[in-house]
């Protein structure tokens, strides 16, 4: 609901709130941490702890439930990917772990697929790594990947995004794991937001992968945390670049500045022993009666059309597509999401990059606001 409490802390700064019908975009602050997760948060703040230890023990314990051999606590998924690259090319070398991003006299190229370049890619160039594109941007043959293999080459990159058909054109993952390690290279997979159905959650790395990461925002822990999963190997070296690393044991490895609170990597594990233990099918159920909501004052506006959207892998379920047509509206899709951002209260929706409607998500709403949302989008329309 939108209270007189609904964002003061927000607007006593003189910082306008927002209703976020976008979904869990970093933009808007990505997570809102679930009750469980603050309250094992606030329990740990009874006690200090040394983080190496923690990292260890707590490591343990995600390991176990995602079903991998050894887990990491990194300040998101994007850290874990730069912290990846690094374990990657300097290894348990300590002068090359303080040489870094010098990667000069270490394998320091990732391969990516052409058509597989993505937004988050960059995180992986932040330690030295050098990307290099494989196939082109029809497809990619295993030819190509082999060929793309040289000397310099310490890992292929895999983007895991389920939620969308699978891109026929591209370089499975089964086929990269085979070239890859039959050629001595690591493969790594993005698998931010694979964390359902539950059998998805460290998927990648049980089928062989090296590295996985996956963003904590997305289930309910602190927007700032994220999880590194894969071999006690390069787990091991990970935590060599880690800010824990460089002031427990003197090494400064380029992951100082990610650092994360022992308060988050406990809210990390409550977050992550939760997604395992609640109800998925309630969790699904309350999302779609919510996207429900949303569409309920959209349906029969002139001009409006609405499609659900029944996507229930990943993290966030359900949801509305809207598209409005200038021809009846007089306003496109973009004349919309601007209008709804000066609204009172303001709502942020967007138009995904190289999408063409408007893509509403229930994540980041909660009870009585997707009517609020609904209501205030056919209001701009019909104004
Ligand atoms: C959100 C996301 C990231 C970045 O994760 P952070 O935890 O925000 O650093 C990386 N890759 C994908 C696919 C994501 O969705």
């Known amino acids: 609901m939108v209270t007189s409490e609904w964002g003061a802390i927000y607007k006593e700064l003189g910082a306008t709130p927002v209703i976020n019908a976008t979904g869990s ?15 094992a948060m606030d329990a740990a703040d ?3 702890i040394p983080l190496i230890h923690l990292q260890e023990a707590a490591g343990k314990v995600v390991a176990d439930a995602a079903g991998v051999p050894a887990a990491y606590f990194t300040s998101g998924a994007g850290s874990a990917l730069t912290l990846v690259t690094a374990a990657m090319m300097a290894g348990d070398d300590d002068d090359r772990i303080q040489q870094l991003p010098d990667t000069t006299g270490m394998k320091d190229e990732i391969l990516i697929q ?5 937004w988050y890619d960059r995180c992986l160039q932040l330690a030295g790594a050098k990307l290099v594109e494989y196939g082109t941007d029809e497809g990619t043959t ?24 699978a891109d026929p054109n591209i370089l499975s993952l089964e086929k990269i794991i085979e070239i ?21 959650f460290g998927k990648y790395v049980r089928m062989g992968a090296d590295f996985q990461c996956i963003a904590a925002k997305y289930m309910g822990a602190p927007h700032s945390t994220g999880l590194a999963l894969g071999t006690e190997e390069l787990i091991h070296k990970i935590s060599l670049q880690s800010f824990t690393g460089y002031e427990t044991r003197r090494i400064r490895g380029v992951g100082r500045p ?9 809210g990390v594990v409550a977050a992550v022993k939760r997604w395992f233990s609640i109800n998925h099918e309630d969790r699904l159920a309350q999302a779609e009666r919510m996207s429900g ?18 996507n229930i892998i990943g993290h966030q379920p359900f949801g509305v597509f809207v598209s409005v047509d200038p021809e009846v509206t007089g306003k496109s899709n973009q004349d919309v999401v601007d209008a709804l951002r000066e609204y009172e209260p303001a709502i942020w929706t967007r ?11 229930v994540f980041g709403l909660d009870e009585g606001q997707p009517e609020i949302v609904g209501n205030a989008i056919r209001d701009v329309v019909t104004r």
């Open 258 to 266: 990610q650092k994360m609170d022992r308060q988050e990597i406990i």
């Open 293 to 310: 909501e949303l569409a309920a004052p959209l349906r029969d506006v002139p001009g409006v059309t609405i499609e659900m959207n029944q």
């Open 351 to 361: 138009v995904p990059d190289g999408g063409d409607r408007i893509t509403l998500h």
């Open 114 to 118: 052409k058509r597989q370049r993505y």
């Open 46 to 48: 009874s006690a200090y």
């Open 25 to 39: 975009v970093t933009l808007l602050g990505g997570s809102t941490p679930v009750q469980e997760v603050k309250e």
């Open 180 to 200: 890859a390690h039959d050629k001595g290279i690591y493969v790594t997979v993005d698998a931010a937001g694979q964390i359902f159905p539950l059998e998805n």
């Open 142 to 165: 295993e030819q190509d990947l082999i060929d793309a293999i040289g000397p310099q080459t310490v890992a292929a990159h895999f983007y895991a995004h389920e939620q969308d058909p």
